[in-house]
């Protein structure tokens, strides 16, 4: 166990950080199985009191440039970011690595220069004129079901893939397997609240990046990271702290989920 000190204003605050190695594998030690689908991690900026937007679901920065700086390389580290449609609604912007030295960085891995963006959508009920749906230089993939209407699936095909999975409800298993099937090792979830309960609900979330930011929000019908109907305390999911960081007001949390 590593302890790392960070100062904190006035006050000085002691914040313990677990790094986890891995063990040396012995004769004795199970070998993980074999993973069907991509790794998945989950970034999210948050007030103290625990939202990711106002009760009205405002577009609202939360993170300053360290967040967004954290955001881009998390970014250009992942194959595909997913969104949900509620994000899409609500704020809607591409997601692109901003920065050009990180963006320069995965192009000379060999990569194109911003993660394919992927949108979750049942019903395909989403408004086209989306800064997402406007950018010529980002790939975009719509995952939806036989729930939407023709006439949406036609419209949509016109600006991004769109992949129509047979039933009705859209499930995080099916759609991370048409992405490990295209090569996709590591997918970074980037909203909102309900779709990442519906991933955690099936065990398909293996780390999470939160950043804390100073401010409250407040609000019982405010967005939190995650949402949905919510575990019970038999089967919720229980994380281990990867590492902290303080930056100015804002602290940076990395966890890994136990499973
Ligand atoms: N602070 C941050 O870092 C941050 C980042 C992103 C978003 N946000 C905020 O998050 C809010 C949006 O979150 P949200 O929870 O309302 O929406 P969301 O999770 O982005 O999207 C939920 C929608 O996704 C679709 N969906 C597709 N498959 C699904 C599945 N298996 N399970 C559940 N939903 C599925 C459904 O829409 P259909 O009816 O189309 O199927 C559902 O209504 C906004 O206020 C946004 O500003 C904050």
Redesign the pocket.
């Known amino acids: 166990m590593e302890t790392r000190f960070f100062g904190c204003g006035a006050a000085r605050v002691t914040l313990y950080c677990r790094y986890h190695f891995p063990a040396v594998p012995t004769t004795k030690m199970r070998m993980p199985r074999p993973r069907q689908r991509p790794h998945v991690t989950v970034n ?3 007030s103290l009191d625990g939202r ?2 106002t009760y009205k ?1 405002e ?2 920065t ?1 993170g300053t440039k360290h967040d967004r700086h954290l955001m881009d390389v998390l970014r250009a580290s992942h194959d595909a970011v997913i ?6 609604r ?2 809607g912007f591409p997601v692109l690595v901003r920065d050009e030295e990180v963006r320069r960085k995965r192009v000379a891995r060999g990569l194109s220069p911003h993660p394919v963006n992927v949108i ?7 408004p086209t004129n989306r800064p997402i749906f406007n950018r010529k230089d980002t790939e975009r993939v719509i995952f939806t079901t036989r729930v939407a209407p023709d006439a949406r699936v036609r419209r949509f095909r016109r600006i991004a893939e769109v992949v129509l999975l047979p039933r009705k ?4 298993t099916a759609v991370l397997r048409d992405l490990a099937a295209r090569g996709m090792k590591k997918v970074l979830m ?9 991933f955690a609900r099936e065990r398909a979330v293996d780390e999470v990046y939160v950043t804390l930011t100073p401010r409250l929000l407040g609000g019982h019908d405010a ?1 939190t990271i995650l ?2 109907k919510g575990f019970l305390k038999k089967d919720h999911l229980r994380l281990e702290l990867v590492s902290c960081q303080r930056k100015q007001d804002e602290l940076f949390l990395h966890y890994r989920v136990k499973y």
């Open positions: 999210m900026a948050m990711i937007s679901r577009q609202i939360l969104v949900g449609a509620g994000t899409v609500y704020d979750m959508s049942r019903t395909l009920d989403l409800t859209l499930s995080p980037e909203g909102g609240g309900e779709l990442h309960f519906a967005p949402d949905g």
